[in-house]
T-cell receptor
Framework: GAGVSQTPSNKVTEKGKYVELRCDPI?????LYWYRQSLGQGPEFLIY????????DSGLPNDRFFAVRPEGSVSTLKIQRTERGDSAVYLC????????????FGPGTRLTVL | GDSVTQMEGPVTLSEEAFLTINCTYT??????LFWYVQYPGEGLQLLLK?????DKGSNKGFEATYRKETTSFHLEKGSVQVSDSAVYFC???????????FGQGTRLTINP
């Protein structure tokens, strides 16, 4: 079956613009995570959804970042007034069932803010 | 807060060499520990995991043992192959707060 997909694969934008990044999780997975990976670093947690609600958004760096998952499946990460420091690979992962179940990662969206 | 520290990379070895990638963690509780791998051009995928102290995770010839006394989860493989070339990430998470906390990654290159 299909894995986690993310679109676009690459996004180049100008400082100050608004961007949306999309994640399509594995069908039936109730949990969805967003991470951000800067060059040469490990992924850093941003936000976690259980169903439609954000169960933990403690990793969002500031109020320019927002994410939704209105129907409990597809999620969109929204970044307002982008800054050059937002440039990174944004990863999405989905997970089924219990706490120790594997998180399945998508290929990521590489965001470049000029 | 919780954190994971991995040995500095890059690591370059010859085929059939023994591999160790060190990983230590700082945690307020008793986390589960993971190794994830990112092959060139592919997404992150789980390599192995251990959920409690003294557990050993293993997969594809790789092993790691959860050592609470040394807060470590070192990755080992007895004989590496060129196909093992990838970036390896050590990570932890807690039941009930399921986000993963990753180390910075170690790039491994295996030469034939």
């Amino acid at each position: 079956g299909a894995g986690v997909s993310q679109t676009p694969s690459n996004k180049v934008t100008e400082k100050g613009k608004y961007v949306e990044l999309r994640c399509d999780p594995i069908s039936g997975h109730t949990a969805l995570y967003w991470y951000r990976q800067s060059l040469g670093q490990g992924p850093e947690f941003l936000i976690y959804f259980q169903g439609t609600g954000a169960a933990d958004d403690s990793g969002l760096p500031n109020d320019r970042f927002f994410a939704v998952r209105p129907e409990g499946s597809v999620s969109t990460l929204k970044i307002q007034r982008t800054e050059r420091g937002d440039s990174a690979v944004y990863l999405c992962a989905s997970q089924s069932g219990g706490a120790y179940n594997e998180q399945f990662f998508g290929p990521g969206t590489r965001l470049t803010v000029l | 807060g919780d954190s994971v520290t991995q040995m500095e990379g890059p690591v370059t070895l010859s085929e059939e060499a023994f591999l160790t990638i060190n990983c230590t963690y700082t945690a307020t509780g008793y986390p589960s520990l993971f190794w994830y791998v990112q092959y060139p051009g592919e997404g992150l995928q789980l390599l192995l995991k251990a959920t409690k102290a003294d557990d050993k995770g293993s997969n594809k010839g790789f092993e790691a043992t959860y050592r609470k006394e040394t807060t470590s989860f070192h990755l080992e493989k007895g004989s590496v192959q060129v196909s093992d070339s990838a970036v390896y990430f050590c990570a932890l998470s807690y039941q009930g707060a399921q986000k993963l906390v990753f180390g910075q990654g170690t790039r491994l290159t295996i030469n034939p």
